[in-house]
C-alpha cells in the first residue's frame, strides 16, 4: 500500500517549550494506528501536524508525497482538497461546535468547501441519520449531553466523506455506550478502507481499534508494534506511563505489578 | 455583607439567563400570529414598530401602538401575566424612578404642588414622564415579543437582509453559543470556590477572589477561541464567511410586512 | 449605562448610529489587515467574556457593589479596534437578547462604551504605562486609571445626549419629548453613579485582570505593551499603515460633519430663540408660546449665544446663533476631539513602534 504521511524527525514548540523531539513516523493508506501516550506525551500536537493546523519547526512533514507547508495549505486547489481528505475530531466537543445550531454545524464544512445548496441539504441529512442525531437537527450545542455532542462532532466530518480521520481521544469523559457506538463507528471505517489513526491512553480500546500501535514518550515515537506485541511489552507500558504500579495485598500477602484499572468486563 | 451574596447573585443571574433561554425557544415553536410569519418580516416589522414609537410625538399614538403590541402578545400565544411580570413590572419601576423628578423639575405651567407648594408639578413634566414610560414600555414589549418569537439563530439569519456583514453575524452567533459556555464555567468556579471557603470572607479577599475567577475565565476564554480556530480551520475555514440562507418568503409574508409598515406609517403620521 | 429605547430622538440615535458605524468600519479594516479569520473566534470568544464580566456585580471598597464592563481589559489585550467590536458585539446580543438596551439606542450605546470607552481606556493605559516593563505595578495601576477614566468618559457622553434632548426636542407645548433632563441636571445624576461605582469596579477589574495575567499568561500583554509585538503583528500580519490611520481620521472626520446634521433634521420647535427674544418685548410671542418664562435670558444661553456668536460672521443663518444648536455642536467636537486626541496618542506610539524593529 503507498505511503500516505511521512514524519521525519518532526520537532514543535510551544512557546519554547518541546511537545515533539525528533520524532518519525510512517503511515500507509488504509491503515489503523494507534497513538498510545500519557497525557503530554504529544499525541494531540501530532494530530495536529497530520492535519496540518500547525507545521514542525524542525524536520518534515509529507502527505501524498507532498510536503506540508503553510503556503502549499494555502493554495485553493490542494488546500480544499486536503481538508476534505482528513479530517481532525478534537478531544474537547466544544471546540469544535461553534455553530448556532447542529444543522449549521454539520453544514459548516460543505459550506466551505462550497458545495451546492441541494447537495449540502440532502448530505446534512444523510449524515445527520447516519450519526442517529436526526431529532437533534435545530438544537443549540449548548444543550447537548457529552455523548451527543460528540455524535455531532463526528457527524460534521463524516459529511465531507474523509479518507483520512484523526481522532483525539474520542472515547475519554464518554458512558460506555457512548464509548462502544464510537468503537463500532472506527471498525466501519477499517471495513472500509479509510486511514484512520487514533490518539489514545485508553489500553482496552487499542486491540479493537487498531491493526498498529506506535508508543509516544516525550515526544518521539518510542515504540511501534501490532497490539499483541506492545501490550505484552509491560516494561515499555510502564516506563511510557500507560500502566502504573503499586502496593496492594490480597490478604496478608502483599506485592507490587504493573496493571491497569479497568474493570471492562469481557462476555461472550 | 454575608459572603454567600455576592457569589449567589451572580450565579443566580447566570441562572437565570440560561433559564429565560430554554423559555425563549419553547414559544418560538408554539402557533402564533408572529410566529407563522418569515423571521426576516418578524424583526423588520417589529424594528419598525419600534421605530414609530421612537418617532410618534403624541401619547395617545404610544398608548395606541401599546395596544397593538398586547394584541400581537396575544395571537401569538404569549401569556400577559409572562409579559407583565418579565418586562411591564420591571420596566415601571426603573423608568418610573427615573422619570419621576421630572414631574418637578420640567419647566411649565403648574398644576399642582407637593409639600405645601415647595415642589411645584407641571403638566409638562407630567406628560413627559408618561410619554418616557410609555415609549420606553411600548418599544421593549415589542422587541421582547421579537425574541420571544423568534429562535436566535433564525433572529441572527434575519439580520443578513439588513446589509449585517456576515463576518459581524457569525461572531454574533458565535459569541451567543460560547457566552453559556463561559457562563457555564464560571458558575462552576464560582461554586467549587464557594464550597472550599469557610466562614466569612474580608471584602478585600473577597474582590481578589473575584478577580482571580475572572482572570481565569479569561484565559480559559483565549484559549478556547485558540482552539475554535484550529477546528474552524480543520473544516476548510479560511476567513470567507458563509451563511446558509433558508428563509422563503411567502404571500402572507408580503401581507404581514405591508401590514407592519403600514401600522407605522400611520402611527407615525398621526404622532407627528 | 445601557440607554433604553424612548430616551434620545429619532435623529440623536440616527446621528450616533453614524458614529458608530464609523468606529465599525475603522475597527474592521484595521483588524482585516492583520488576520481576519483569526480575528473571528477570537473577537467573538471576547465578547463572551466581556458579556460575563457586564453580568458580575463586583463587591468594591466601601461596602457597595458595581458592574463594570470589561472594556479596558479588552482594549488591553486586544487593542482598541478589537476592543471596539468586541464591546459592540457583547452590547448587541444583550440588547437583542435581554433587552438591556434599546434597539434604536444600539448606536449610541455601542458609541458610548464600546467606541469612546475603548479609544479613551487604550490611549490613557499607554500613556500611563509608557515604557514600564509588562509585570510591573505601574501596569496595575495604569489599567486601574485607565478604566476609571474609560467608564466616565462613556458616562459624560452618555450625559451630554441625555442633557441636550429636552433642549432640542419638546412638543409645541413645551412637553420634552424624550429624556426630561436638562444637562444641569442630567450631568451630575450620571456621573454620581460613576464617578463612584462602576468606575470603580471597571478599575478594580481592569487592576485584577491585568495583575492575574502578569503572573498566569503575561503574553497576553505584549500586543499592547510597546515593546514586542503581540498577536496582532505576528509574521503574518501588516501593522498599521498610514492609510490605516488616515480611514481612522476620516471616520472621525465624518463623525464630526454628521453631527451638526442630526440637529438639522430634528426640527426646530425649541431652542431656536436668541436672547434678544426673552427680553424684547415685540420678540417675546414664540418664547411665551412655548410655556417658558420671559423676562429675563437664562444665565447659561447669555454666555453661550456670546460664546457662538463670535467666531460665526454676521450672515451665518439664525439657527447657528441659537444656544442649543452651539451646546449641540460644542458636545460633538468635544467628543471628536476626544477621538482625535486618542487617535494621536496612538499614532504617536505606532511610530515609535515602528522605528524600533523592521519586519
Redesign the interface.
Known amino acids: 500500500m503507498a505511503l500516505l504521511f511521512d514524519l521525519q524527525d518532526v520537532g514543535f514548540e510551544y512557546?519554547g517549550i518541546p511537545a515533539l523531539r525528533g520524532l518519525s513516523l510512517q503511515v500507509t493508506e488504509g491503515e489503523s494506528l494507534a497513538l498510545l501516550g500519557a497525557n503530554g506525551s504529544g499525541k494531540s500536537t501530532l494530530l495536529r501536524i497530520l492535519n496540518a493546523l500547525c507545521f514542525p519547526s524542525r524536520g518534515s512533514v509529507s502527505f501524498g508525497g507532498q510536503r506540508l507547508a503553510p503556503e502549499l495549505l494555502h493554495q485553493n486547489g490542494f488546500g480544499l482538497a486536503f481538508r476534505r481528505k482528513v479530517a481532525l475530531v478534537f478531544q474537547n466537543p466544544d471546540v469544535q461546535l461553534?455553530n448556532p445550531t447542529v444543522f449549521d454545524e454539520v453544514a459548516f464544512g460543505p459550506l466551505q468547501l462550497q458545495w451546492s445548496k441541494e447537495q449540502i441539504l440532502s448530505r446534512v441529512t444523510t449524515a445527520l441519520e447516519l450519526m442517529k442525531i436526526e431529532h437533534l437537527r435545530d438544537r443549540p450545542p449548548y444543550r447537548l449531553s457529552s455523548g451527543e455532542k460528540k455524535r455531532v462532532a463526528l457527524a460534521s466530518v463524516v459529511v465531507l466523506d474523509p479518507e483520512v480521520l484523526l481522532l483525539d481521544e474520542p472515547t475519554s469523559a464518554l458512558d460506555p455506550r457512548s464509548q462502544s457506538q464510537i468503537i463500532d463507528l472506527i471498525q466501519e471505517w477499517r471495513g472500509a478502507a479509510k486511514t484512520v489513526i487514533t490518539a489514545t491512553h485508553q489500553l482496552e480500546i487499542v486491540e479493537d481499534i487498531a491493526g498498529r500501535i506506535a508508543v509516544l514518550e516525550e515526544g518521539v515515537v518510542a515504540a511501534t508494534g501490532t497490539p499483541a506485541e506492545i501490550l505484552s511489552n509491560q516494561e515499555l507500558l510502564l516506563r511510557a506511563n500507560l500502566v502504573h504500579a503499586h502496593r496492594h495485598s490480597h490478604g496478608s500477602y502483599e506485592h507490587s505489578h504493573p496493571h491497569i484499572h479497568s474493570h471492562s468486563k469481557h462476555e461472550h | 455583607?454575608k459572603r454567600g451574596n455576592?457569589i449567589e447573585?451572580?450565579v443566580a443571574?447566570?441562572v437565570r439567563?440560561l433559564g429565560?433561554v430554554l423559555m425563549s425557544e419553547e414559544i418560538a415553536n408554539r402557533r402564533g400570529l408572529l410566529q407563522a410569519l418569515d423571521p426576516r418580516v418578524r424583526l423588520m416589522g417589529l424594528?419598525a414598530l419600534?421605530?414609530a414609537?421612537?418617532?410618534a410625538?403624541?401619547l395617545t399614538v404610544v398608548l395606541t401602538l401599546f395596544l397593538a403590541a398586547v394584541m400581537l402578545a396575544l395571537c401569538s400565544s404569549v401569556s400577559i401575566l409572562l409579559l407583565a411580570k418579565r418586562?411591564w413590572l420591571v420596566?415601571l419601576v426603573f423608568?418610573g424612578m427615573i422619570?419621576l423628578?421630572?414631574i418637578f423639575?420640567?419647566?411649565?405651567?403648574r398644576v399642582a404642588a407637593f409639600a405645601g407648594g415647595a415642589l411645584p408639578i407641571t403638566?409638562?413634566?407630567l406628560?413627559?414622564?408618561a410619554?418616557?414610560i410609555a415609549?420606553?414600555e411600548t418599544?421593549?414589549t415589542f422587541?421582547?415579543l421579537l425574541?420571544l418569537c423568534t429562535s436566535?439563530t433564525h433572529?441572527l439569519k434575519a439580520l443578513r437582509w439588513f446589509c449585517i456583514?456576515p463576518?459581524?453575524i457569525?461572531?454574533?452567533a458565535?459569541?451567543?453559543r460560547?457566552?453559556f459556555?463561559?457562563?457555564d464555567t464560571?458558575s462552576q468556579m464560582f461554586e467549587s470556590r464557594r464550597s472550599r471557603t469557610v466562614g466569612h470572607l474580608p471584602?478585600?479577599a473577597?474582590?481578589?477572589m473575584?478577580?482571580?475567577t475572572?482572570?481565569?475565565?479569561?484565559?480559559k476564554?483565549?484559549a478556547?477561541?485558540?482552539e475554535?480556530?484550529l477546528a474552524?480551520?480543520s473544516r476548510g475555514?479560511?476567513?470567507e464567511?458563509h451563511i446558509l440562507s433558508e428563509f422563503h418568503m411567502k404571500a402572507w409574508d408580503y401581507v404581514g410586512l405591508l401590514a407592519f409598515l403600514g401600522a407605522g406609517g400611520i402611527a407615525v403620521w398621526a404622532g407627528r | 449605562m445601557h440607554i433604553?429605547?424612548?430616551?434620545l430622538?429619532?435623529s440623536t440615535?440616527a446621528t450616533l448610529y453614524a458614529g458608530a458605524v464609523a468606529g465599525w468600519y475603522g475597527a474592521?479594516r484595521r483588524l482585516k489587515r492583520t488576520l481576519?479569520?483569526?480575528v473571528?473566534?477570537?473577537?467573538?470568544?471576547?465578547?463572551?467574556?466581556a458579556?460575563?464580566?457586564m453580568?458580575?456585580?463586583?463587591?468594591?471598597?466601601g461596602?457597595t457593589?458595581g458592574h463594570a464592563i470589561g472594556v479596558t481589559?479588552a482594549a488591553i489585550?486586544l487593542g482598541p479596534a478589537g476592543a471596539i467590536?468586541a464591546i459592540s458585539?457583547?452590547l448587541?446580543?444583550q440588547?437583542?437578547?435581554?433587552?438591556d438596551g434599546?434597539?434604536?439606542t444600539l448606536g449610541a450605546n455601542c458609541f458610548n462604551m464600546a467606541i469612546v470607552g475603548s479609544l479613551v481606556a487604550y490611549a490613557s493605559y499607554r500613556l500611563i504605562a509608557a515604557g514600564a516593563s509588562v509585570a510591573s505595578r505601574r501596569r496595575i495601576a495604569a489599567a486601574a486609571i485607565a478604566g476609571y477614566l474609560a467608564v466616565n468618559a462613556s458616562a459624560v457622553v452618555a450625559a451630554i445626549e441625555f442633557g441636550i434632548q429636552?433642549l432640542l426636542f419638546r412638543?409645541a407645548?413645551?412637553?420634552?419629548?424624550?429624556?426630561?433632563?436638562s444637562m444641569r441636571?442630567a450631568l451630575p445624576a450620571m456621573m454620581i453613579g460613576h464617578l463612584t461605582f462602576a468606575g470603580l469596579a471597571e478599575a478594580?477589574?481592569s487592576?485584577?485582570?491585568v495583575?492575574?495575567?502578569q503572573v498566569?499568561?503575561p503574553?497576553?500583554l505584549q500586543a499592547t505593551s510597546g515593546s514586542r509585538p503581540g498577536w496582532e503583528e505576528s509574521s503574518e500580519a501588516v501593522r498599521v499603515t498610514a492609510k490605516g490611520q488616515r480611514r481612522l481620521w476620516l471616520a472621525v472626520g465624518l463623525l464630526m460633519l454628521l453631527t451638526p446634521l442630526g440637529v438639522l433634521a430634528a426640527g426646530k420647535a425649541w431652542g431656536e430663540w436668541s436672547p434678544a427674544e426673552f427680553v424684547v418685548a415685540e420678540a417675546q410671542s414664540p418664547v411665551t408660546a412655548a410655556?417658558?418664562?420671559v423676562g429675563t435670558v437664562p444665565a447659561g444661553m447669555q454666555r453661550l449665544a456670546n460664546l457662538w456668536t463670535a467666531p460665526f460672521p454676521a450672515y451665518a443663518p439664525t439657527f447657528m446663533k441659537s444656544a442649543a444648536f452651539g451646546y449641540f455642536l460644542s458636545a460633538m467636537f468635544g467628543v471628536g476631539l476626544l477621538l482625535s486626541l486618542s487617535l494621536l496618542v496612538q499614532g504617536y506610539l505606532a511610530r515609535r513602534r515602528g522605528t524600533r524593529y523592521s519586519t
Open positions: 512557546d461553534f | 455583607m455576592f447573585s451572580s443571574g447566570f439567563a429565560r424594528f419600534v421605530l414609537v421612537v418617532l410625538h403624541r418586562v420596566v423608568t422619570a423628578p421630572a423639575l420640567t419647566p411649565g405651567t403638566a409638562q413634566g406628560s413627559a414622564a410619554l418616557l415609549r420606553v418599544a421593549v422587541t421582547t425574541v436566535w433572529v456583514p463576518e459581524a457569525t461572531m454574533l458565535m459569541t451567543h460560547y457566552a459556555l463561559l457562563i464560571a471584602r478585600a473577597l474582590r481578589r473575584t478577580a482571580r475572572a482572570g481565569v475565565l479569561l484565559s476564554s483565549i478556547l477561541s485558540d475554535v480556530y474552524m480551520q475555514f479560511r476567513g464567511v | 433604553p429605547d424612548g430616551y430622538s429619532p440615535c474592521f481576519l479569520s483569526r473571528v473566534p477570537l473577537i467573538s470568544v471576547f465578547a463572551a467574556f458579556f460575563v464580566v453580568m458580575f456585580n463586583l463587591p468594591l471598597p461596602g457593589t481589559i489585550v467590536l458585539i457583547a448587541a446580543i440588547a437583542l437578547f435581554f433587552g434599546g434597539i434604536t429636552p412638543d407645548g413645551g412637553t420634552p419629548l424624550y429624556a426630561p433632563y441636571v478594580v477589574i487592576a485584577g485582570l495583575a492575574y495575567l498566569a499568561d503574553a497576553l410655556g417658558v418664562p
